[in-house]
C-alpha cells in the first residue's frame, strides 16, 4: 500500500513524502481501514513540524481524522462489519489503509458526504466541547478570532443553536462579504483603524464575556481589547505560531483569565464528548451541518496538499485521497 511518512520533524512540504508499505493487520480491538478521504489540519502539520503537544516517533506517518470503509476487523470487534463505512480520530490516516480503535469509530450515514464525514470529529467536535464548557448563558457574547475559519464558523453556528451571541473578528474586509453570504452576519475586520467601533455597534455595548483565541501573537492582545472586565481569554490555537502577545495592564487591572483549550485532553466528561459526537453524526446526516473541502491531493502529493493547506483564503479543508 501507499502512504505519507516523514522521517524528520520540519517543514512538512519539506519533509513528507510518499512510499509503498505493507498492508497494516488489525489487533484486537482495532479494525483496518481502507481511507477514502482524510483532511488536513493544522494539528497535523504542527505535529510534522515537531511543534505540538507530543512527539511521535520517528518514522511517522500523518493523519488524524479520516472516512473509509471498514476492510479487515480485529479480534474482539462485532459492532462493525466489513465494507460499513467509518469516520472518527485514529492514528496515520494518510495512507491507502490504516489502523484504528474500533470505539473511536462512528458510522456515517449515506446523507453524510466523504467530504464532511472526514471531518466531523476533530474541529466540529473540538467547538462542540469547547462551547460546552464556557460556561455562557442564552444572550451572552464571546468572541472569536480567524472567524472564517472552520472552528469560528462552526462555534457560530452552534452557539446560534443554544442563544449565544458570537462576535467574529477577521483580519480581511473581504472575509465580511465572505461570512455575510454564509449567513453570518456578526463579524467585524481587524484591518481598519475604527474596528473596535464596528465592535461596539454588532454587540449594542453588551460586555463579552469569553474571547477565543486562535492567532497568537499580536491576536491576543487584539482580541483581549474588546472582552469585557473580568473575562475569559481561552487560548485554543497558535496559527501565527507566535507566543501570545498581551499586556500587563490587561491581566492586572482588568482582571482578565488566560486559559488554554486542547481537545486532546477536554474538560468535558467521556459521556458528555459520547452526547456530543451522537448530535453532530445526527445533524449532518440531517443536512444540518455540512463542511467543505477546498482540493484533495493524492499521497504522492502529499507536500503540495500541505503547502495547499497553508495557503491564506480558502474556503474549505485540503485533503488526502486515499
Not at 480485529?74 to 490504516?98: D, I, K, N, P
Not at 501573537?217 to 496559527?239: C, H, K, P, R, V
Amino acid at each position: 500500500m501507499k502512504r505519507a511518512v516523514y522521517f524528520e520533524f520540519g517543514t512538512p512540504e519539506k519533509v513528507l513524502q510518499a512510499e509503498e508499505a505493507p498492508t497494516p493487520e488489525p489487533g484486537p480491538g482495532q479494525v483496518r481501514v481502507r481511507m477514502m478521504l482524510s483532511a488536513v489540519h493544522n494539528h497535523d502539520l504542527m505535529t510534522i513540524a515537531g511543534q505540538y503537544g507530543f512527539k511521535p516517533n520517528l518514522p511517522a506517518v500523518p493523519g488524524t481524522e479520516a472516512v473509509g470503509r471498514v476492510d479487515a476487523l480485529g479480534e474482539g470487534v462485532t459492532h462493525l462489519s466489513l465494507g460499513q463505512r467509518v469516520a472518527g480520530g485514529a492514528e496515520g490516516t494518510w495512507a491507502q489503509f490504516y489502523l484504528a480503535d474500533a470505539a473511536r469509530l462512528v458510522p456515517v450515514p449515506d446523507s453524510v458526504d466523504d467530504e464532511t464525514a472526514c471531518q466531523l470529529v476533530s474541529m466540529p467536535l473540538s467547538a462542540k466541547m469547547l462551547l460546552d464548557s464556557l460556561g455562557v448563558k442564552s444572550g451572552e457574547w464571546i468572541a472569536i478570532n480567524a472567524a472564517n475559519g472552520a472552528v469560528g464558523k462552526l462555534l457560530s453556528q452552534f452557539g446560534a443553536e443554544q442563544g449565544v451571541r458570537v462576535l467574529g473578528l477577521v483580519r480581511r474586509e473581504a472575509a465580511v462579504a465572505e461570512m455575510a453570504a454564509l449567513g453570518f452576519s456578526d463579524v467585524v475586520a481587524t484591518e481598519g483603524e475604527s474596528w473596535a467601533e464596528a465592535v461596539r455597534e454588532k454587540t449594542g455595548g453588551a460586555p463579552i464575556v469569553r474571547g477565543i483565541e486562535s492567532l497568537g501573537g499580536e491576536g491576543a492582545g487584539q482580541l483581549a481589547s474588546i472582552l469585557a472586565d473580568g473575562a475569559e481569554l481561552i487560548s485554543f490555537g497558535a496559527m501565527t505560531g507566535q507566543p501570545l502577545k498581551l499586556s500587563a495592564g490587561e491581566l492586572l487591572f482588568r482582571n482578565i483569565t488566560v486559559k488554554g483549550f486542547w481537545g486532546a485532553k477536554p474538560p468535558v466528561k467521556p459521556e458528555r464528548i459520547g452526547q456530543l459526537l451522537g448530535e453532530l453524526v445526527a445533524d449532518a446526516a440531517a443536512g444540518k451541518l455540512t463542511l467543505d473541502i477546498e482540493a484533495a491531493y493524492a499521497i504522492d502529493q502529499v507536500g503540495e496538499a500541505a503547502r495547499a493547506s497553508g495557503e491564506a483564503g480558502r474556503k474549505g479543508k485540503i485533503a488526502i485521497r486515499g
